[in-house]
Nanobody, 122 residues
């Protein structure tokens, strides 16, 4: 059983920044998803085990950066220029498959964290 632990959420004004962290041991591709109230969970970003492959949702390209430090078993999501529309619970997820196919779909991930709240005020 893989345990994922997110941290770094909080409240920030529009235009501000936050960095989320997700601690996870093992060789997994990792993703970040978010879910706003009464909305479906949506893809935010993903990174391969090596860190070579990355993918982003169009809504966050140029503002969010995903990275990982495998020596620390940690994946990061740096979020800049935050908007009220970014308000959601953010989840990290681990994928056991080695390929990067379908990396933006929730069904591609086997393990999920408990989520961390991000609130952006205008």
């Amino acid at each position: 059983q893989v345990q994922l632990v997110e941290s770094g959420g909080g409240s920030v004004q529009a235009g501000g920044s936050l960095r989320l962290s997700c601690a996870a041991s093992g060789r997994y591709a990792m993703g970040w998803f978010r879910q706003a109230p009464e909305k479906e969970r949506e893809f935010v970003a993903a990174i391969s085990w090596s860190g070579f492959n990355k993918d982003y949702a169009d809504s966050v390209k140029g503002r969010f950066t995903i990275s990982r430090d495998n020596a620390k078993n940690t994946v990061y999501l740096q979020m800049n220029s935050l908007k009220p529309g970014d308000t959601a619970v953010y989840y990290c997820a681990a994928r056991t498959a080695l390929s990067f196919n379908s990396i933006a779909t929730t069904s591609a991930y086997s393990y999920w964290g408990q989520g961390t709240q991000v609130t952006v005020s205008s």
